[in-house]
Every structure is written in structure tokens, then in C-alpha cells.
């Protein structure tokens, strides 16, 4: 195998984050990440320059880590940063943005379980979580919209949550799955098992949809109001920047959360894009508006008030 052409392949893949750094004492969020550099948006407060150095530091997976890095390119909205590292971090938070449980909600009889990248047993504690101290027989429904591939770990990963509702006929029902996906779990396919593959799934997802309104004043000045999609992923990115991309800076952004009942990581990133189209625009603050509890909390977990106005 090539493995320069493989690890040039791979320094091209992007991650949204929206994740929380510091960057020599300014706090921002990181726009994406690959496995050598970030974007990190930073207040109009942090001047930086470009050969600038320093230490860059957030948390993953609970743990305080630190990495050297070097300014590469400074714009309006931040800084491209550059590791200097000779075992760079960055490969492994690409891994940890990438692969892993999404959103669960549980009812009184069901639990709706959605997942990305790799489905294997990188996230096994995280997945025996979904359906730990549940009563048998329960039915799952799990989304494999953002699923990428599955590994023989993954299936081991199902058949013990079928052996853990006992079988119940037709009780674990998974779904959205692309065509690698699908091959890999042929071998589910008639086995002796409660699980369904549905191979049918509707196309128009009204879950990933957004409503949006625009009001125009006698002066001319656009007031855009985004009804957000009650799942807020990575499935919504494109959907999302067609609302804004075109519209000159005179324009005021209110993005409405009264639906939304998930927000992904994605999501964040796509969030911070918004904004950076916005300041190098000249726009107005973005206003956020009807947060319900859980998002808020997951947006002030993001510190996301030093870019958004909440009302």
C-alpha cells in the first residue's frame, strides 16, 4: 500500500467540531480539524499573528490535553493552526468527533438510538449504556443515517443486545443504512434473531428540515429567522448554509430552537460557519431564541454566548 498517498488522502479529511480551546490564554471553538491543523474561531478581543506560537488546550474524552502548535493563516473570524507536534493529537480527536453514539431518547416502551462512523467496539461501553438496566423485550430503533461501516465487533455489539431483550420478535429494528453497511449485515439476514434491517426507509426526513421566514424593513434591511430541524446534525449542513450563503452583511440572523430536540457536534461547526459568514459580512450578532434546557445547556457547554446573542 501507498502509505504516503494514504496519509495524504487523509491530512484532506475534515471534521466539524465546534469544540471549546484555548489558544494562549483566548478561548474559542474549533471550526474543523484534520489530522495536522484546525480552524479555531476566536472573539474580535484576540489579535493573533501569523508564525505566532503557543500552546493549544481542550479536553478529550475527559482528559486535559495540550498541544504545540503555530499560527499558519489569520482572518477575520480566527486562526488556522498548525501542530508542531511530532505525534500529533489531532488523528485522535478526528477519531473521537468521528465514531460513536449520537442521540438517544427513551420512551415508556421505546428507545431511539442514532450513531456515526465506525460501528465497532471502540464504543462498546457507550452502546451497553443505551439499553443497560432496560426492561426485555423493549423495542430499538437505531439510525444508521451518519454509520459509515460496521466491523465484526459491531454485529457482535447488536447480537448482545438481542440476546439481552431475548429475542423478541422483531423488536430491534435498524435503519438508513448505505450499501456497505447493509453487506456487512447480511449475515443477520433470517438468522434466528429479533432483528430487522429495513431496507425501505423514506427519503423525505422531515426529522433534518428547516423553516425559514425573511421579513425586509422599509430601509431594506433583512431579518432572517431559521426555524432550526428538530435533529441538528451533520445530515443538515448543506440544507443550512444554502439559507445563508449569498445574502450581504445588512442581513440580522435569529435562529429559533422551539422544535429542535438534538444537536450534534456537526452541528456546532456549522453554527460557527454562520458566523464567520457573518463578521466577514459585517452583520449584525446572531440571535438564538425557545432553547429548551438540554440544547441550551449543550450550547453554553460549547460557550457559544461569546458568538451568539441569546434572548
Known amino acids: 500500500m501507498d502509505t504516503t498517498a494514504t496519509s495524504n488522502r487523509r491530512r484532506h479529511e475534515r471534521v466539524f467540531s465546534g469544540m471549546p480551546m484555548e489558544f494562549n490564554g483566548c478561548s474559542g471553538n474549533a471550526l474543523d480539524v484534520n489530522e495536522i491543523a484546525l480552524f479555531l474561531v476566536l472573539p474580535n478581543t484576540c489579535p493573533m499573528q501569523v508564525g505566532q506560537t503557543g500552546v493549544l488546550k481542550f479536553t478529550l474524552d475527559g482528559v486535559r490535553m495540550e498541544e504545540k502548535v503555530s499560527v499558519a493563516r489569520v482572518t477575520k473570524t480566527g486562526v488556522s493552526l498548525v501542530s508542531t507536534e511530532e505525534v500529533s493529537t489531532f488523528p485522535r480527536l478526528m477519531g473521537s468527533l468521528r465514531s460513536g453514539v449520537k442521540f438517544v431518547k427513551h420512551t415508556a416502551s421505546e428507545t431511539a438510538a442514532h450513531f456515526r462512523g465506525e460501528f465497532s467496539a471502540d464504543f462498546w461501553d457507550d452502546f451497553v449504556k443505551i439499553y443497560q438496566g432496560k426492561e426485555h423485550a423493549r423495542r430499538y430503533r437505531l439510525n444508521f ?141 446572531i440571535r438564538i431564541i425557545h432553547c429548551n434546557p438540554s440544547i441550551r445547556g449543550a450550547l453554553d457547554g460549547m460557550k457559544f454566548d461569546t458568538f451568539f446573542e441569546f434572548i
Open 145 to 285: 443515517t451518519n454509520v459509515t461501516s460496521m466491523t465484526s465487533s459491531g454485529l457482535a455489539m447488536l447480537l448482545h443486545l438481542d440476546i439481552h431483550n431475548q429475542g423478541e420478535k422483531e423488536s430491534i429494528l435498524i435503519s438508513h443504512c448505505n450499501k456497505e453497511v447493509l453487506k456487512s449485515l447480511a449475515p443477520l439476514h433470517g438468522s434466528n434473531t429479533g432483528i430487522v434491517i429495513v431496507t425501505n426507509d423514506l427519503q423525505d426526513d422531515e426529522s433534518h428540515k428547516f423553516k425559514v421566514s425573511t421579513v425586509r424593513d422599509a430601509e431594506g434591511h433583512t431579518t432572517v429567522t431559521i426555524r432550526i430541524a428538530p435533529l441538528f446534525d451533520y445530515n443538515c449542513r448543506n440544507h443550512f448554509a444554502k439559507i445563508y450563503r449569498g445574502r450581504s452583511g445588512k442581513t440580522d440572523y435569529i435562529l429559533d430552537f422551539q422544535d429542535t430536540v438534538h444537536i450534534g457536534k456537526a452541528a456546532f461547526g456549522t453554527m460557527l460557519l454562520l458566523n464567520q459568514h457573518n463578521r466577514e459580512h459585517q452583520g449584525r450578532s
